[in-house]
């Protein structure tokens, strides 16, 4: 496995194989917790207080200066990392043992701007439909007063892992 550690969280990549040998849900919950690596895009927004059930995640992250864009507010792609990962975490806890996912496309809508003063925000993901090829899913970010800041769909291939 390939790791790097950064102070109090270690990033990598987990081997398809170890991916193939778990159920999706148990898979998720393995990164959440932390006997299974955080991907190294999970770097640019570091999530804490991470939860999974099956066809919904919830993650939690600060928006701060180093997010920011040229004309003063957090980029998008914060919030597109934050809405992609929660909604293709959302699919993956419903795949079965030896499946996987990707995305095929999604569509952001951006309701308020962030700033480092927005604190805390919430990123929830839902599984929308589980199919045998495709999936769908949804995602919505909300500061602590519960106002709705970016919320996203998207469409997922469902596929059967390689073995080994």
Partial sequence: MSKAVVPGIEFGVVPVSVLA????LDFVRGIFAGSLPQPPI????????CTAEPGHVVMHSVPSLRHYN???SVHGGYAAILLDSAMGLAVQTQCPQGSGYTTLEFKISFVKAMTEATGVVRTEGTTLSFGRRAATAEARIVDTQGRLL????TTCLVFELPKG
């Avoid at 040998?21 to 999706?24: A, E, I, Q, R, T």
């Avoid at 999970?42 to 207080?49: L, R």
């Fill in 21 to 24: 040998s778990m159920p999706g």
């Fill in 150 to 153: 970016a919320h996203a769909t």
């Fill in 70 to 72: 040229p004309i003063g």
């Fill in 42 to 49: 999970m770097q640019t927004v570091e999530p804490f207080d």
